[in-house]
């Protein structure tokens, strides 16, 4: 019995500390923006070890810099939606004044995000959105029929429009990868590539060993293969490790998207004969940028509206950005054309992410 | 008395069980060839004797664990750890031979061990808790080393990738290793008073205090060599996927655990043979490749695994369980205080 | 010689295990003092609350595993049954059916596993650790094959309620389920005859059959109550995250076994108490949610975790050690 009533005074004391703490320090600022810095900006990647999204953050931090605001990376290292989400709540607990996600789910990831807009929180997503209700804008690094459209008729040329193809992707449920995959395929469907067929689409979880497992898996299931296209800046080199430790450089081709770094030996070595990305430290200086702007209350997310960058980039020389309305008929902000990579400037490129 | 029948039970048992098992292998390999004759070409059994290899000495520590009675849950991790950080330093060094970097993942590995050991054996706690707190430990471990930056393609260096794709005599380097390594530990095991020593401490700790043998040292010595192992095997992966994550090797631990069972190791201790693990392992990998080119989705390997590992518990149970009752009884008996 | 009742009572200040649970207690304190600390204008009342959420559903499953490990038992599967029925329930739901049948299958499914476990394990005479850990592959294969990469996404929001929303101003419906299981395994344990045999099954095997006490029938009760239980972690989870989905509740059994054993239920069975894991559960849930608003990752969380869990463990171990000569019990639990 003495024990009950012990155990309940300690936690009633345990709760009286908590809350002495808690009315001591005054509620950290209004709901609404402040307008004034500097803030707090977290920056959710959809998981924390790849260069992509490495370099990405270093695009990120610039932005910050420039502002004067405090920056920090979170992310869940084994690149799941529920550790996604489990990173987001406890990001809103620390009153953060705007997040930046690439999501790994667009639905998944939509009520979370939702509760952190209603407290106050501005976000915004960048080169994978969540759903358009979650979110003030979506900076998306290429449009998607583009990526789709370009991958595909990179692939054709390679392979001089014949022959069986496969696609190494990321996760399934991915907003980008579902989108780009659905453009590839229309872009199939013209007459041009009548004797191309795409035999397989595996997912390779954007997990480096396990991409290099799935494509090793592709070139033994399908002996007469021919090319495959790497949705991802993981998924291109493990399909050109694959492709090279089975020998069969120049027999199957890989195109794709990489980073300059990663992929520098496999295009000398002629693996992958050109690739293509986007500038990923522009897109995370982008995304930071309005990330900022949403927080001083400058940018709302209403189509039309502009952004305003501290430096040009090289999709927008002039460092001007606008919201556009994109092909599902949700706004979201263009970053610029898909640049291409191969053996005339990869070593350059290479040296700089 | 009856230990000398029941052992002699045993060994006949474990007899049967090798047979058992290398029927089963050339049946599976029939059933698998007749529905996809890729199966049989050199290009496959390279690829999946190269897995195979790798999971097969370090199962072969794993081995050694259970016949003590324990286990070592912290395998997947110390693979990843010792794979990572080596990859880190490969990274920073390129120019660092591979047999140094090798040397340096055993080390790491060792080392992992030997806390392990320590713990058990000095520390006492139990070796199922002690290798699931290192588990978690050393896989965190992986994330501090790394600094939330995997060694990726990019990263590898050709020497470094040679130590997977080289050959010795001909043969894959992984396969030339995993051969060496089992015909030495099987050399350990049999043939030397520390080899034996482990059986008989796994058989029946208090009688082997009895006689001498030092638990606490048995028992670093066998989790050292089970950490050296896997230190070892984490150089040889990441050579092989030309990749470290935070995740690699991730339930690895299970596959170690699942080739003993397999291959005999009795989960009371006391029973085990190498040869039986290499088995074991050769099933287990076949099994996985089979799944592969069957065509059976990615997602039923983790079923399959788990139907593999149940069954073969069973066959074991169903079998041995009267000899395992009468080494539980003998116990009782000699404990009575 | 206390006899079985008097132990099964729960702690007296007389016995080891209570100063087991004080060690614990004191620890959470101090888990919260260094939190007010690190975190000040984080740690507030509204927030302690909100934070449950992150490891209810993980604690939930420690009242069940109590019971079980005393009773000398140990299933490592129960993350795997949580994300099974997570699974069947969204494949369930997405097939035409109710939620609310949705739900009552995925609990089914959960109660179904833990006595296939069970039967596993007292029928067939094979050592519980090595069982769990096939089925644990077994069972998380099945989501897979049911759902594979897919999600099943569109879940009615109401449902989405008991896993997120709260009910007495900020006290989350979870965390409310939470305490009512834990008053309930907590008097079945110490308070019920039932809790007394589990306890006598624990200590000594042999003995508790010779009396006539129906060891695997216990055992299997058990094992199918911690099934049903891992099955409502499932459900609870999936509400939470909003979708079903078959890589949920990864790890989790180790971070369940933990908690347990934190809790002072020592692993061979026949000791521990409900007090000492509820404690527990708070203590690694509270230690874990500084950490995370700290912007420590998961993966390196685990280093505390596993840290904690040796220390605990030593601790009484090298006690012991100076009374007794320690011994190894017969091999695996």
């Known amino acids: 019995m003495k024990k009950w009533v012990a155990l309940i005074v300690c936690i009633m004391m345990l709760a009286g500390v908590s809350l002495a703490f808690g009315a001591a320090k005054p509620k950290e600022g209004a709901e609404e923006a402040k307008g004034e810095g500097p803030f707090t900006l977290a920056w959710v990647p959809k998981g924390l070890g790849h260069p992509y999204f490495i370099s990405c953050y270093e695009g990120a931090k610039e932005a910050a810099k420039e502002f004067g605001d405090k920056i920090f990376e979170v992310g869940p290292d084994d690149w799941s939606v529920e550790g996604q989400i489990t990173v987001i709540e406890s990001v809103i607990d620390q009153k953060v004044d705007a997040i930046g996600i690439a999501a790994n789910d667009m639905d998944a990831l939509a009520p979370v995000c939702k509760k952190a807009m209603d407290a106050g929180i501005h976000v915004v997503a960048w080169d994978a959105a969540v759903n358009q209700s979650a979110r003030v804008t979506f900076v998306n690094q290429a449009s998607f029929e583009g990526i789709g459209r370009g991958l595909a008729a990179a692939m054709g040329e390679v392979t001089g429009y014949e022959g069986e193809i496969a696609v190494l992707s990321a996760t399934p449920q991915a907003p980008n990868q579902r989108k780009w995959l659905a453009w590839v395929k229309k872009e199939l469907e013209d007459p041009k590539y009548k004797n191309v067929t795409l035999v397989d689409v595996v997912y390779g979880d954007d997990m480096t060993e396990k991409s290099y497992d799935k494509a090793l898996g592709l070139i033994k299931a399908y002996p007469d293969l021919k090319g495959i296209i790497g949705l991802s800046a993981v998924a291109t080199p493990a399909s050109c490790a694959a492709v090279t430790d089975k020998g069969l450089i120049g027999d199957i081709k890989v195109v794709g998207f990489g980073i300059p770094s990663t992929m520098k030996d496999y295009v000398l070595e002629g693996t992958c004969q050109k690739f293509l990305l986007w500038n990923t430290i522009d897109l995370g200086y982008v995304a930071a940028t309005i990330m900022h702007q949403c927080c001083t209350g400058e940018f709302t997310g209403e189509v039309g509206e502009t952004v305003k960058l501290g430096r040009p980039t090289l999709g927008e020389p002039d460092g001007v950005y606008e919201v556009t309305v994109g092909e599902d008929g949700d706004p979201y902000v263009l970053l610029g054309p898909p640049m291409e990579f191969d053996k005339s400037n990869i070593e350059k490129w290479a040296a700089i992410f | 008395m009856n230990n000398e029948r029941y052992r002699g039970t045993l060994k006949n048992l474990i007899r049967r069980r090798e047979f058992g098992i290398f029927i089963i292998i050339i049946v599976v390999m029939v059933l698998v060839g007749l529905r996809n004759p890729t199966f049989f070409t050199s290009d496959n059994w390279k690829d999946m004797l190269m897995y195979v290899s790798i999971l097969a000495f370090i199962s072969i520590g794993q081995m050694m664990t259970i016949v003590t009675g324990g286990i070592d849950l912290s395998v997947g991790s110390v693979v990843a750890l010792s794979g990572m950080s080596v990859g880190i330093i490969m990274r920073d060094n390129p120019a660092l031979p591979p047999l140094v970097l090798i040397l340096l993942g055993t080390i790491f590995g060792l080392g992992c061990g030997i806390i392990n050991g320590l713990l058990i054996g000095k520390g006492k706690v139990h070796p199922l808790i002690t290798t699931l707190a290192t588990m978690s430990i050393y896989r965190g471990l992986v994330v501090v080393v790394s600094r939330s930056r995997w060694v990726v393609y990019g990263d590898i260096t050709k020497g470094f990738r040679l130590i997977a794709r080289g050959n010795i005599l001909g043969i894959n380097n992984l396969m030339f290793v995993a051969i060496i390594i089992a015909g030495a530990s099987y050399y350990f095991l049999n043939h030397t008073r520390k080899g034996r020593e482990i059986f008989a401490y796994g058989d029946h700790q208090d009688a082997a205090k009895f006689v001498g043998i030092n638990s606490t040292r048995i028992n670093i010595l066998v989790y050292a060599l089970s950490g050296m192992l896997a230190g070892f095997g984490g150089v040889l992966w990441v050579s092989r996927v030309h990749t470290a994550q935070a995740n690699t090797a991730l339930g690895y631990e299970m596959q170690t655990i699942a080739s003993c069972v397999i291959g005999g190791v009795s989960i009371f201790g006391g029973v085990g043979s190498v040869f039986g693990v290499l088995l074991g392992t050769l099933l287990f990998g076949i099994i996985l490749n089979a799944l592969e080119l069957i065509g059976i989705v990615d997602f039923w390997k983790l079923s399959v695994q788990g139907f593999v590992i149940l069954v073969a518990v069973i066959f074991d149970a169903v079998l041995s369980h009267r000899v395992a009752e009468q080494m539980r009884k003998q116990r009782r008996v000699f404990d009575a205080e | ?333």
């Open chain 3, 1 to 333: 010689m206390r006899s079985e009742k008097e132990k099964s009572r729960g702690p007296s200040l007389s016995d080891l295990l209570k100063s087991w649970e004080f060690t614990i207690f004191a620890l959470l304190i101090a888990v919260f003092i260094l939190n007010l600390i690190l975190s000040p204008d984080l740690f507030r009342i509204a927030n302690l609350f909100d934070a449950t959420l992150t490891f209810t559903e993980k604690s939930i499953l420690t009242l069940p595993m109590t019971l079980l490990i005393i009773s000398g038992v140990i299933d490592i599967s129960i993350a795997s049954i949580s994300a099974m029925s997570g699974v069947i329930l969204g494949v369930c739901y997405k097939a035409g059916m109710a939620i609310g049948y949705a739900v009552v299958i995925g609990l089914a499914v959960g109660l179904a596993a833990g006595i296939l476990n069970g039967l596993l394990i007292t029928r067939l005479k094979i050592p519980s650790i090595v069982v769990t850990l096939a089925m644990m592959l077994f069972y998380r294969g099945v989501g897979y094959v049911l759902l594979g990469d897919t999600a099943v996404r569109d879940l009615p929001e109401r449902f989405g309620l008991l896993g997120g929303a709260y009910s007495v101003t900020f006290i989350p419906i979870q965390f409310m389920i939470f305490i009512i299981l834990a008053v309930i395994f907590g008097l079945v344990l110490h308070r019920t005859r039932f809790g007394r045999l589990i306890y006598i099954v624990g200590n000594n095997e042999n003995t508790a059959r010779y009396s006539g006490i129906p060891v695997d029938n216990i055992r299997l009760i058990l094992c199918g109550v911690t099934g049903l239980i891992a099955g409502l972690s499932g459900v609870l989870l999936t509400s939470r995250i909003g979708s079903a989905r078959p890589d949920i509740a990864l790890g989790n059994e180790m971070a369940v076994i933990t908690i347990c054993l934190l809790g002072g239920v020592y692993i061979f069975g026949g000791k521990g108490s409900i007090i000492g894991v509820v404690i527990a559960a708070l203590m690694i849930g509270y230690v874990r949610y500084g950490l995370s608003i700290l912007n420590v990752q998961e993966q390196v969380i685990r280093i505390f975790t596993g840290g904690l869990l040796i220390i605990a463990l030593l601790i009484p171990t090298i006690a012991a050690r100076l009374k007794t000569p320690a011994r190894y019990p017969e091999g695996g639990v």
